[in-house]
């Protein structure tokens, strides 16, 4: 028996992002919207845990108990009183490094998969407080959707979206740590007052109505400055996309991916043939959201 979990990826409408806390974290007012790229995470029992990956950047992937995947199956073992004996295998879509919670969907996936296949039972509740514990993003890779994440991102509301919106991203050709860009948010705020981070209305409206032209005049993300501090090269990527008609272009999260807004799933995908020959990225890949968060796949 093997129980396989789908798993989306998300693109940050809105970071807002504040100081940094004494704990080194910080808080956010963090607008996910989950969108059809997906990793899937398949559970099978085994004599101990072992976690292996096959897919784009594969061999970045980690496979030892690093791995948010093994540390969603450790967790929840150690919960329920048990071994966490289990393979998990990772087929891998989502870019790795690439600011699209390709890492924390694994988590969120590896959770459910073991959940549905050790017979735990465990509530939502219970899944979600696990999810904190693994990281900012990991719960919202289980609900999918859209939400607002508060603290440090960790603290969901649902958000209503009243229609499908097209992205078109662009891989780069390297990784961007997501602390080392936290890090270089900080230095490049050093000697100012950062502001509380609020989530914007004109953003949540906008995902209400499913409104893409209101939407790209309400996009930000307070990372971006810092993505582009530590990869320059990444402006480029933007400019080209806004060239080939975007709505918006932004990255996503801490980076390097770039996202572009378009209008339908046409212009989706004349941007995405234009950023493919622009030589300024590796890969182009379309999606759309909202998607449904971590879920068993029959």
């Known amino acids: 028996m093997s129980v396989t979990v789908r798993v989306p990826a998300k693109v940050n409408v809105q970071l807002a992002v ?3 806390r004494p704990d080194g974290f ?3 007012a963090n607008v996910f919207l989950a969108v059809s790229l997906h990793d899937e995470v398949t559970a ?3 004599d101990g845990l072992r976690v292996t990956c096959e897919g784009p950047d ?3 992937v980690p496979l030892d108990r690093t791995n948010l995947a093994a ?3 450790e967790a929840l073992a150690e919960r329920y009183g048990r071994s966490p004996d289990v393979h998990l295998h990772i087929a891998k879509d989502i870019p790795v490094a690439g600011g699209m919670a390709g890492g924390s969907a694994d988590g969120a996936g590896a959770l459910v998969a073991c959940d549905a296949l050790w017979g735990t039972g465990a509530s939502r509740d219970e899944l979600l407080a696990i999810c904190a ?3 900012s993003d990991v719960p919202f890779s289980l609900v999918g959707g859209a939400a607002l994440g508060t603290g440090r991102g960790e603290k969901l509301t649902a958000l209503e979206v009243g229609g499908d919106f097209h992205w078109v991203f662009a891989m780069a050709a390297k ?3 997501t602390p080392a860009v936290f890090r270089e948010f900080d230095r490049l705020g050093e000697g100012r007052k950062i502001p509380e981070p609020v989530a914007d209305q004109a953003v949540l409206d906008a995902l209400a109505k499913g409104d893409p032209a209101a939407l790209a005049v309400a996009l930000s993300n307070d990372l971006q400055p810092a993505a582009l501090s530590l990869f320059p090269q990444l402006s480029d990527t933007l400019a080209a996309g806004r ?3 975007a709505l918006a272009a932004l990255v996503s999260g801490s980076g390097p991916t770039t996202a572009f807004l378009a209008t339908d799933a046409v212009s989706a995908s004349g941007i995405a043939g234009v950023l493919r020959a622009s030589g300024t990225c590796r890969d182009v890949r379309t999606a759309c959201g909202p998607a449904p968060g971590a879920t068993v796949q029959d």
């Open 133 to 135: 514990e693994l990281g």
């Open 175 to 177: 990784g961007l740590s």
């Open 243 to 245: 060239a080939a008609g």
């Open 18 to 20: 504040g100081a940094a």
């Open 26 to 28: 910080h808080d956010l």
């Open 71 to 73: 540390r969603a199956a």
């Open 58 to 60: 594969a061999g970045q």
């Open 44 to 46: 099978t029992p085994a």
